[in-house]
């Protein structure tokens, strides 16, 4: 949930950004304000992740301590569980959240206004179900003096974010759902803490290192998981797709492997020590790293048939790590020399010039991953270790230039991904000392407001489609008998010819007659069973422009009707079945996945 500080005499945005060591823009985009972004005494603003912890110091006090971050008392007291009479230590690490988990309704307020505000929007479309279902409203009603939690709603946009966790007890390969928020397990039994899932250039195949080390391809579209080799112990745990999507490169026992999934066919290049083996995007020649004469690594690129093999690097000491070409093949990338010092340098390949790239405060840079247009780095920066674990989340020009914050995390490190339009970044977060994250967020750079998509286990790794499409996570509904057509989670199955059922929902479709949309809405959401609860919302929309309406049950809705929803659209010409003319189609869906549902209703 959203945290929330009520403004204080003498408060800027750009003071209240200061103390908890936050972007300014951050906060401006978290609350939506406007130049010259003024803010008044008592207004209550969303204040975003920053660094949330005070060590102590010599004659400090709780009171001391509120009184310079301007929060109350009670909000230090509670998130450090501590009592009377509240002692503190020197050295003593205290959580300063910055306000409160909840919004408190103001005159004027209505749940339309608060989701614009506060950033509770999906795909452009402000989800005030969302606000209703997560504070258990039984209408869309509030009143001042109401305190309402306000969540993060999943952002919408394109593709799908691969991720290694271990919510279901072993760590396995997920798939999370931008547009829903849904997610989806794709293996069991096969994934380790260390596996990265990489996704083909179609995103229609995910390969991944799992348990005891053996390479895996999924078929996104078939479910369909095939084991290709096993790596040693001491072999790079680097895969990479060729630009065709059909051939994946790896290094072991020495030797550059390209494994073609279709045929099986493997072809060999000996390269003793090779590691961090990738695709120009000709795919006509392979980028790497091994040792010199001299024991010194360097980047070498070679024809993918063995020959032409030449020298990037004049490498003088340690190893390059993290080695990263650029999408467009002109530009490489690489850390060095390790981790307590860790320096990001760009190489461009055409004429040899480098740049070192200036990175955080304390010269520990991470997981430096290029944007889809080649001409910008996200990584993760390590800062403010005096006080616990924290990193900047970061983006740069590839010569050095417009280096920016854009968020921060509480882990020492954490992997970042581009979106497949390369506008946003999904990062890692949520961590407790040195333990993995426990939390997956994004932030839009065009609207720089951190929204938390997941949380709760361990989770490792991630990474974003290449493209948009999700159609592997769902299949098509055809129906003649009510001339309909339409997608849904490919995990859900069939009941009957009109239901169809999976663990996390369900929809079931029929048809009705009357003679006008508003009766029909009206009488399905208020039968006198009341199988949407007590005060069901309707609303009124359209689809596939005919006339239409959403019904959406109230919080007491009775538990065996499993969260259901209704979608009632006119035809466009009446059905017949049987001896009876319908004029409406009815879709009963779960309330997590009607609307998406319905974006893909088409009638035959």
């Known amino acids: 949930m959203q945290y929330f500080y009520t403004v204080q005499p003498g408060d ?7 103390r908890w060591e936050l972007p300014p823009a951050s906060i401006i985009a978290a609350n939506n304000l406007t130049a010259p972004y003024t803010i008044y005494v008592g207004q209550q603003l969303s204040i975003p992740k920053g660094v949330n912890v005070y060590r102590v110091r010599t004659g400090d006090s709780v009171y001391r301590i509120s009184q310079f971050y301007k929060v109350p008392v009670s909000v230090i007291i509670e998130a450090n569980e501590l009592q009377a009479p509240y002692v503190i230590y020197v050295n003593q690490l205290l959580k300063v959240p910055p306000g409160i988990p909840f919004y408190i309704v103001q005159p004027g307020d209505t749940l339309f206004t608060i ?29 001042p003096g109401m305190m309402l939690r306000i969540p993060y709603a999943p952002p919408g946009g394109e593709g799908l974010i691969a991720y290694t966790t271990n919510i279901s007890g072993e760590f396995e390969i997920w798939v999370y759902n931008p547009r829903t928020g849904s997610t989806s397990q794709l293996t069991t039994g096969l994934g380790a803490s260390f596996s990265t899932p990489e996704w083909s250039p179609d995103s229609r195949k995910i390969a991944f290192i799992g348990r005891n080390r053996i390479i895996y391809v999924i078929d996104m579209e078939t479910g369909s998981i095939a084991s290709i080799d096993q790596l040693g112990e001491n072999d790079s745990l680097r895969l990479d797709w060729s630009p065709n999507g ?15 999934i279709a045929s099986h066919q493997v072809q060999s290049i000996q390269q003793p020590g090779a590691t961090d083996v990738q695709w120009f995007p000709n795919g006509t020649e392979l980028l790497f790293q091994a040792r010199d004469a001299n024991e010194i690594s360097q980047l070498y690129r070679i024809s993918r048939d063995g020959t032409g093999l030449r020298r990037i690097t004049n490498n003088t000491a340690g190893p390059h790590n993290d ?44 997981y430096p991953r290029w944007n889809p247009n080649s001409r910008i780095i ?17 983006t740069v020009t590839r010569e050095g230039e417009a280096e920016t914050i854009h968020a921060l995390s509480n882990c020492f490190a954490t992997p970042v991904t581009w979106s497949p339009d390369g506008r946003k970044i999904a990062y890692l977060s949520g961590c407790s000392e040195q333990e993995f994250a426990r939390e ?73 007659a009357g003679e006008s949309l508003e009766e029909v809405c009206q009488g399905e959401a208020f039968q006198q069973l009341m199988p949407y609860g007590s005060l069901p919302q309707i609303i009124p929309t359209t689809i596939q422009n005919e006339e239409a309406c959403f019904i959406f049950p109230s919080a007491d809705q009775p538990p065996e009707m499993n969260r259901q929803a209704a979608l009632i659209v006119t035809y466009p010409v009446p059905i017949v079945i049987g001896d009876t003319a319908y004029n409406f189609l009815i879709l009963w869906v779960h309330e997590a996945h009607i609307r998406e549902i319905a974006s893909t209703l088409l009638f035959l």
């Open 323 to 366: 080695v990263r070409l650029s999408p467009d093949g002109t530009f490489v990338l690489y850390t060095t020399p390790g981790v307590s010092i860790s320096l990001i340098i760009t190489i461009e390949l055409a004429t040899g010039n480098m740049f070192g790239l200036e990175g955080g405060p304390l010269a520990k840079n991470y």
């Open 12 to 18: 800027t945005v750009f003071d209240i950004a200061r």
């Open 378 to 394: 996200a990584y993760s920066a390590t800062a403010y270790e005096d006080r616990g674990y924290f990193n900047q989340i970061r």
């Open 246 to 260: 059909t051939t994946i490169a790896y290094s072991v026992r020495n030797q550059i492997l390209l494994y073609d």
């Open 115 to 143: 989701a614009g505000r506060f950033n509770v929007i999906t795909d452009g479309i402000r989800n005030t179900e969302l606000i209703q279902q997560v504070n258990q409203l039984p209408t869309t009603t509030i009143i």
């Open 440 to 512: 997956m967020w994004v932030i839009d750079l065009d609207h720089p407001v951190p929204i938390k998509l997941i949380e709760g286990a361990f989770i490792t790794s991630l990474q974003w489609s290449k493209t948009p499409v999700d159609h592997f996570l769902r299949r098509t509904y055809t129906s003649q008998t009510y001339r309909i057509r339409f997608r849904y989670p490919s995990n859900w199955e069939r009941v009957n010819d009109e239901r169809y059922e999976g663990p996390d929902g369900f929809f079931q479709v029929s048809a009705i």
